[in-house]
């Protein structure tokens, strides 16, 4: 599929797919709407803890889990973090992606991300540990594993199929007791869908641009 690059309205880019008129990020702010919803309503949550374990379902230009590494660092947090993956952004593509430059800081750490191998254990800095799994969401099988799971799958407009009762029992069970899945989306359906599984649900202020998110916690 076509991928465009596009600068969204704090000046991060993010990747815009015309086929489908939908993007990696909100155009109102790649860069806010990751530190809003993954970092302010999920990460957080966990700055207490030694070390965290985390899933993104939706790895894509590792937005998220670069400001999950920087965010954790300062915080003095330990993260083990996987991200989960069918389609992966290439090297070139990455160049396009200005994540590092925004936050003043230099190319390598976010670019080392990329660069590691998939399907094995990378350092990327002592803190931080990931491993990237070339996998469809169908296909997650982790069970009792995740402390945090940040769900930033394509819109349900556009991939209804990744929104459903099915795949979010997958996450549910890959969960630990008192694991949070975070999720940029607040419709009703998807709502009612997390509930079904057992997820007891909060709905949060979202990001610059939208008013409301989720958040689901298995109690
Ligand atoms: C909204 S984007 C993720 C954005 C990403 N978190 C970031 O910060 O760039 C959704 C991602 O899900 C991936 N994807 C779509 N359908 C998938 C599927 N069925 N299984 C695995 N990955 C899928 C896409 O390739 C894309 O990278």
Redesign the pocket.
């Known amino acids: 599929m076509k991928r465009q690059f596009l600068i969204t309205a704090d000046g991060s880019t993010?990747?815009y797919l015309p086929e489908w008129n939908?993007?990696?990020?909100s155009k109102h702010g790649?860069i806010q709407e990751?530190e809003h919803v993954f970092l302010k309503m999920g990460l957080s949550l966990f700055y207490d803890f030694k070390e965290v374990t985390i899933l993104?379902?939706?790895?894509?230009?590792?937005?998220?889990?670069y400001l999950t590494l920087l965010d954790a660092q300062s915080k003095n947090l330990k993260v083990n973090y996987v991200?989960?993956?069918?389609?992966?952004?290439s090297f070139d593509e990455i160049r396009h992606?200005n994540y590092p430059e925004q936050l003043n800081k230099t190319r390598e750490v976010f670019e080392k991300l990329h660069t590691s191998e998939w399907e094995k254990d990378s350092i990327i800095i002592d803190t931080f540990i990931i491993k990237k799994r070339k996998?469809?969401?169908?296909?997650i099988s982790d069970e009792n594993k995740f402390n945090l799971i940040?769900f930033?799958?394509?819109?349900p407009r556009v991939?209804p199929?990744?929104w459903t009762v099915d795949q979010f029992q997958i996450l549910f069970k890959s969960l630990k007791q008192k694991g949070v899945l975070v999720t940029y989306s607040a419709k009703g359906s998807v709502r009612r869908a997390l509930q079904e599984v057992g997820f007891t649900v909060e709905r949060l202020p979202g990001p610059p641009g939208k008013r409301e998110m989720l958040r689901a916690t298995k109690l």
Do not use: K, M, W
């Open positions: 993010t990747i939908e993007n990696y990020h790649a990751a993104e379902v939706g790895f894509g230009t590792g937005l998220n889990a991200g989960a993956e069918a389609y992966p952004v992606c996998q469809f969401f169908s296909e940040y930033d799958a394509f819109g991939q199929e990744l």
